[in-house]
C-alpha cells in the first residue's frame, strides 16, 4: 500500500515537471481535472472527472486547478488560482451561447479558451458562423411567413382601393402595393392574384397624376422577374398599357414600361406579337433619341428582338426612322453594351433590301468601321457581319479609306469568321469602283489577299470573295498592272491554278477563271500561267461544263450547279483561253489539245457572249497556219460568215478576223468573194475596221465589266438564334439612378 502511494506521488511530480519543461500553459492533463464524465453519454460536460484506478476505486479530483512546482499556472498564463477558478466557471453551455447568440452577453464578458494554441479553433468557434446563418435563416422564415400573411390579408382590400373612384386613394393604394413588392413573399402573393395585377394594370392606364401611374409601373417591373409575374402581366392586357407609358414625360416611368417590355420579350412566349400589335414599335424608335446609354441598350435590344426574323417589323423601323437614329448612337457612343446591342439591330436589318441603303445613306459604314479596332470581340464581330451584309449596297460610297485600309490588316487574323467578312467586304467595296480598287492596291491588299488564300485552303467562305477581290484588282483601275505584276511576285499564281482543280466549287471556280483571264492579261504572266498547268485545267472545266450545257437545249433550261449557270464556266474558261492564246507557245498547247473543234461549235452557241469569246479566241489560233487550216476543216466558215452581220460590233470584227486569216491560201476567187462580203455587209461605213481586218492585224482585248452581281449576298447568321441572347440582366438595375426621380426613394407610409 506503501508503495503504491509512493508510485502516485511521484506521478505527481514527474507531469509537473513535463509541464515545466515542455509547456508554459496546462499541458490539458492537469485541466482534465475540471471535468467530468457526464452520467449518460460519458462526455465532457460537467465540473469534473472521474479517475478509475486498476482496483476500480474512485479517486475526485477536485475541480479548482492548481499550481504545481516552479509556480506555473495550469492554463492561460492567469496569475492567480482565484483568476484561473473564475474563468472557467463558464460552463461549455455558456461557451455556446456566446457563440450563437453573443447579443446576449453582458458587456465585457466573453467565454475563455479552452484550446492551448490560439491559432486553432475550437469545435464550439467552428461551429459559431453556421450556426449564426442557421438562426438568420429562421428569422427570415418568420419574417417571410408574416409578410405572406400580411399581404394576403391585405390584397383583396387593396384591389378595391385600387378601383376607386377617388384618385387620392387610387394613388394611396398604389404606393402601398408598390411597397409590398419590395419584400419576396408579398410579391409572390400578388403574382398569384389575377385580378390584383389586373387591377394595377388599370390603374396604371386611367391615373390622373404621374405618380399613381410611376407606382403601378413599378409594381409591373418588379413583378415582371418572375415567370408567373410575365404570365400575369401578360393575361391581363399589361403591354398595351406598357406600350402607352413608353409615351411618358416621366423618366421612371419610361424606364419602368421599357425594362418591363424588355423581360416580357425575352421570356414571355406571345409578348412579340402583342407588342407589335400594340404599335410597340412605332413608339419605341422614338425612344432612340434619348440621351441615356443604358436606358438606350435596352431600347435597342428590344428593337433586335421584335425586328429579328419579321419583315414587317423592319420596315416599321424604316418608316419611323431607325437607320438614322442607330447609326447616330453608333456614330457618337462608346458605352460597349449599348454599341453591342445597337450593332445587332443594324445586323437584323443590314439583311433588309429596304433598310441595306437607308443604313449606307446615314454613313453606316463609317460608323461601324470606327469600332473595328478596338477590344470588345463581340462588337467587332457584329460591326464586320453588318459591314458585310452592307458592302454589295455601298460599291459607291466615298470616304472609306480608313475602312479598306483596316480591312487589309485584318485580312491577317487567324479567325476564320473575321477573315471571311474582311475578304466579303473588300469584294464587293472594289466591285466596279476604281478608286477603291487603287487603294486596296496600295494598301497591300494583293499579297493580303494572296496570304488569305493560301490559309484559307478549302474554306470556300474565305476562297471565293478573296480571289473576286483578286479578280476586281487586276481590271480596270490605274493601278491594274502592278496589282497583276504583284500576284505573280508574291507567288500567288500556283495558288490561283491550283483552285481550278478537282474538287469543283463552281463559285471559286468562276471567279478563279475571270481572275486568270485578267492575269493573262500582263505578258510577264503568261509563261508562269503556263507552267503552273492553267491551260489543261481550264481544257478540262470548259469540256465538263459545255458537256452539262448540251444536256440542255433552250435558254430556258440553263444548267445550274452551285448557283452558278454552265454558260459562265463555258464563257470564262473559253475567254481566259483567249488572252492566254496571244503566247505562241500557249497558243500551241490550246490547238494540241483538241480544242478547235469545240470553239468552232461555240459558235452556234445561242449566249452572245460565248460567240463573242469563242470567235475571239479562234482569232488568237488562226495566227498559226496549221491551225488555220484545222478551223477551216472543221466547216467555220458558215457560222463565221453568218456572224458577220452580227449586232455585236466585237463579234463581227472577230469574225472577220478568222475569215481573212483561213482564206489566205484559199484561191482568188474564195478570198474576193470574203471580201465583197465584207464590204457589203460590215465595213462599207467602217474602213479602219476594214483595214485592221484586211491585215489581220491582232485585235486588242477590250475589259469586261467586273459582274454587278458578283457582290456577295447578305450572309445568315453563324452566331445563335439572336431571339435567345438575352440582354445583360446588370443594366436594368444600374440605369435607376441615373434618372431625375429615384424610384428607389422612401415609400410614405401606409394608409
Not at 278 to 290: F, I, N, T, Y
Request: proline share 5%; aromatic share 6%.
Amino acid at each position: 500500500m506503501m508503495s503504491m502511494q509512493m508510485s502516485e506521488a511521484d506521478s505527481v511530480v514527474k507531469v509537473a515537471e513535463w509541464q515545466q519543461t515542455y509547456y508554459a500553459s496546462d499541458s490539458g492533463i492537469q485541466s482534465g481535472a475540471t471535468t467530468v464524465l457526464d452520467d449518460e453519454s460519458s462526455t465532457e460536460y460537467s465540473g469534473c472527472k472521474k479517475y478509475i484506478s486498476p482496483k476500480t476505486s474512485t479517486t475526485t479530483v477536485p475541480a479548482t486547478a492548481t499550481t504545481v512546482g516552479g509556480g506555473n499556472t495550469a492554463a492561460g498564463g492567469l496569475e492567480s488560482p482565484t483568476d484561473l477558478d473564475n474563468q472557467y466557471s463558464l460552463t461549455r453551455a455558456q461557451r455556446v451561447r456566446a457563440a450563437m447568440f453573443p447579443e446576449t452577453l453582458v458587456e465585457g464578458e466573453e467565454a475563455m479558451p479552452v484550446q492551448s494554441d490560439p491559432s486553432q479553433q475550437s469545435n464550439v468557434q467552428l461551429l459559431a458562423e453556421p450556426s449564426q446563418l442557421l438562426k438568420t435563416a429562421i428569422v427570415h422564415l418568420i419574417n417571410y411567413q408574416d409578410d405572406a400573411e400580411l399581404a394576403t390579408r391585405a390584397v383583396p382590400e387593396l384591389t378595391k382601393l385600387l378601383a376607386d373612384e377617388d384618385p387620392i386613394v387610387v394613388n394611396k393604394a398604389a404606393m402601398i402595393v408598390n411597397q409590398l413588392t419590395r419584400k419576396e413573399a408579398s410579391r409572390r402573393v400578388l403574382v398569384q392574384s389575377p385580378t390584383m395585377v389586373g387591377a394595377v394594370v388599370r390603374a396604371m392606364t386611367t391615373a390622373v397624376d404621374m405618380e399613381t401611374a410611376r407606382c403601378a409601373a413599378s409594381v409591373l417591373h418588379s413583378l415582371s422577374h418572375q415567370k408567373e409575374g410575365l404570365l400575369a402581366i401578360f393575361k391581363s392586357g399589361g403591354i398595351p398599357a406598357l406600350v402607352r407609358m413608353l409615351s411618358s414625360p416621366v423618366e421612371s416611368v419610361l424606364f419602368y414600361a421599357i425594362t418591363t417590355l424588355h423581360n416580357l420579350l425575352l421570356h414571355q412566349e406571345g409578348a412579340k406579337m402583342a407588342v407589335r400589335l400594340a404599335d410597340g414599335l412605332q413608339r419605341m424608335v422614338p425612344l432612340l433619341k434619348k440621351s441615356n446609354p443604358k436606358f438606350l441598350a435596352i431600347t435597342t435590344d428590344c428593337l433586335q428582338l421584335l425586328s429579328y426574323g419579321n419583315q414587317e417589323s423592319k420596315l416599321i423601323i424604316l418608316a419611323n426612322g431607325g437607320p438614322e437614329g442607330l447609326v447616330f448612337i453608333t456614330r457618337n457612343y462608346n458605352y460597349e453594351k449599348l454599341l453591342w446591342t445597337t450593332s445587332r439591330v443594324l445586323k437584323v436589318l443590314s439583311v433588309c433590301p429596304s433598310n441595306k441603303p437607308a443604313i449606307v445613306e446615314a454613313g453606316g459604314m463609317q460608323a461601324l468601321g470606327q469600332h473595328l479596332t478596338g477590344s470588345s470581340q463581340r462588337l467587332i464581330q457584329n460591326c464586320l457581319w453588318t459591314l458585310r451584309n452592307l458592302s454589295d449596297a455601298a460599291t459607291k460610297q466615298d470616304g472609306l479609306d480608313g475602312l479598306l485600309q483596316i480591312l487589309v490588316t485584318q485580312l491577317g487574323s487567324d479567325d476564320v469568321n473575321m477573315l471571311t467578312c474582311a475578304t466579303g467586304i473588300l469584294s464587293n467595296l472594289t466591285c466596279n469602283n476604281s478608286r477603291n480598287k487603287t487603294l486596296v492596291t496600295q494598301y497591300g491588299g494583293v499579297e493580303a489577299l494572296i496570304h488569305a488564300v493560301l490559309r484559307a485552303g478549302e474554306k470556300e467562305d474565305v476562297a471565293e470573295p478573296a480571289v473576286c477581290a483578286l479578280r476586281h484588282l487586276t481590271s480596270r483601275h490605274q493601278d491594274a498592272e502592278l496589282a497583276q505584276n504583284a500576284v505573280r511576285l508574291h507567288y500567288g499564281i500556283p495558288a490561283v491554278a491550283k483552285l481550278l482543280g478537282q474538287p469543283h466549287y463552281w463559285p471559286v471556280v468562276k471567279a478563279t477563271v475571270g481572275l486568270i483571264r485578267n492575269l493573262a492579261l500582263c505578258p510577264a504572266n503568261q509563261a508562269p500561267m503556263r507552267e503552273a498547268g492553267a491551260i489543261p485545267r481550264l481544257v478540262n472545266l470548259l469540256l465538263k461544263a459545255h458537256q452539262d450545257t448540251q444536256r440542255h437545249t433552250s435558254s430556258a433550261q440553263q444548267t445550274y450547279q452551285d448557283g452558278v449557270r454552265m454558260e459562265e464556266i463555258v464563257e470564262g474558261c473559253t475567254g481566259a483561253l483567249h488572252i492566254l492564246a496571244r503566247d505562241p507557245m500557249n497558243r500551241g498547247e490550246i490547238a494540241s489539245m483538241q480544242t478547235i473543234p469545240l470553239f468552232v461549235q461555240l459558235l452556234y452557241s445561242y449566249v452572245e457572249n460565248v460567240k463573242r469569246v469563242s470567235a475571239g479566241v479562234l482569232c488568237e489560233l488562226a495566227l498559226d497556219k496549221q491551225s488555220a487550216e484545222l478551223i477551216d476543216a472543221e466547216g467555220a466558215s458558215a457560222p463565221l460568215m453568218e456572224l458577220l452581220h452580227s449586232n455585236n460590233e466585237g463579234i463581227a470584227t472577230y469574225a472577220a478576223a478568222v475569215l481573212f486569216r483561213i482564206s489566205e491560201d484559199k484561191s482568188s476567187d474564195y478570198r474576193k468573194r470574203v471580201s465583197v462580203e465584207l464590204t457589203h455587209s460590215l465595213f462599207k461605213h467602217d474602213p479602219a475596221a476594214w483595214e485592221m481586218a484586211h491585215t489581220a492585224v491582232p485585235l486588242e482585248h477590250t475589259y469586261l465589266a467586273d459582274e454587278l452581281d458578283g457582290c456577295y449576298p447578305p450572309y445568315g447568321y453563324t452566331d445563335l438564334p439572336l431571339d435567345s441572347l438575352p440582354l445583360d440582366p446588370d443594366l436594368h438595375e444600374p440605369y435607376i439612378p441615373d434618372m431625375t426621380y429615384d424610384p428607389r426613394q422612401a415609400y410614405p407610409e401606409p394608409l
